[in-house]
């Protein structure tokens, strides 16, 4: 089995938000951040795994700060943790305002890939070799975030099949929405 250290694949990409970037109010679009970042998920993975990957899944995007035309955006990104063929990797999304010299932690996110040979079947990726305590902790973590994501699937499966809307009316009481079904 080979290793990777997490800096052999570290990515940076940095790209300048242009006018078409942006919505009617003015600021980037979300869609335009999550490309920026799956592109981002893809360098990064790809390095670590030497082959082609694909984006299996995105944790939680939250975005809580909008970002202007004319900022520089910085995605960081790198191996959090690594199964068989698939890999958490870390987004970290920085802004920067060059005439005013500020800098803002945007947001983060962890997208899952996976690493797939020629004939699209999963592929083994090397595994990592932690050099840092922090690099320690994010790994732990990801196994954390594994199990966390297993558990939430099985509640939305569980979710979904438990909810019979017309024996549930009364959760809808303090709810702003009105019952009107059609015939
Ligand atoms: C995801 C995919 C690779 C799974 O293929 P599969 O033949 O079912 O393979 P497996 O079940 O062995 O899963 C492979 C790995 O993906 C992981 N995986 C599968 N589904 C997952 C999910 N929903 N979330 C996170 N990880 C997932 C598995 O845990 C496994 O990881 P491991 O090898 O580290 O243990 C396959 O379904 C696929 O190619 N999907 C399309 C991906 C794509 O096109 N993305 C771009 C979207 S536009």
Redesign the pocket.
Known sequence: MSFKTVAASKTTITELMIPSYANFGGKIHGGILLSLMDKAAFACASKHAGSYC????VDTVDFMQPIEVGELVSLHASVHY??????LIGIHVVSENVTESTVRNTNTSFF?M?A?DKS???K??PGLILETEDEVKRFIEGIER?SM?ETY?KGIKALREKVVPMQNLDKLEAERCQVNLKK
């Open positions: 694909v984006t299996v899944s690594v199964g068989k063929s698939s890999m899952t996976v797939k699209d079947k999963p083994e990726v594994k994501r699937k």
